[in-house]
Every structure is written in C-alpha cells, then in structure tokens.
Nanobody, 117 residues
C-alpha cells in the first residue's frame, strides 16, 4: 500500500505561482512513476505532468514551459512548480503513484488550486 498526501494548493491571481507537494509513505520502494493530474467539476481527470523513477518527465501541452515536476527521493516527495498560472488552471490537483510489476495506481485526496483573473 502507498499513501499520498498533497499540499500547497490555494488561491492565486493570474500570473502568479504555486508549488504543490505530494508526500508518499508506505510501500514507497515499489513506486515506479508519479504524476500530477487535475480535474474540473464535470470534466475528466487529465494528466498534468509525470516523472519516472529515472527522472524522465512528460507534460500536458497546456502546461509545457510553465509547470515543472520534480522529485526528492530522500524525502519521498514529488513537487509541481506552477508558474504563470491562468484561470483555466483552476482545478483539484491529484497526485498519483504507480508501482512497478503489476502497475497498481494509488491516488491522493487532492488539493484545490484556484486562479483568479
């Protein structure tokens, strides 16, 4: 089992920045990749950014150049640095961890990001 706890969400004006954190605990040795997803009410959850255990990253086109995902293996934490925020970035942001082998997914409870215009 893997437990994930997100933090760092909040209200920010357009053009501002926020940094989200996702702390992992439990069977962290089994984690292969981690990622951030977001979901607006009434919409599907979408990938924002992901990072593998080897440090390879990928981003949604809508956030490329503005968001940066990173991980601190010593702290078992993944970060999402969000710059130049736009109102359309408003959503609940979820952290996900995928384990190796069977590829089981674990989710955090989410943190709300609100960008005002």
């Amino acid at each position: 089992q893997v437990q994930l706890v997100e933090s760092g969400g909040g209200l920010v004006q357009a053009g501002g920045s926020l940094r989200l954190s996702c702390a992992a605990s439990g069977s962290i040795f089994s984690i292969n990749a981690m990622g951030w997803y977001r979901q607006d009410p009434g919409k599907q959850r979408e990938l924002v950014a992901a990072i593998t255990s080897g440090g390879r990253t990928n981003y949604a086109d809508s956030v490329k150049g503005r968001f940066t995902i990173s991980r601190d293996n010593a702290k078992n934490t993944v970060y999402l640095q969000m710059n130049s925020l736009k109102p359309e970035d408003t959503a609940v942001y979820y952290c996900k961890a995928r384990t190796g082998g069977s590829g089981m997914d674990y989710w955090g409870k989410g943190t709300l990001v609100t960008v005002s215009s």
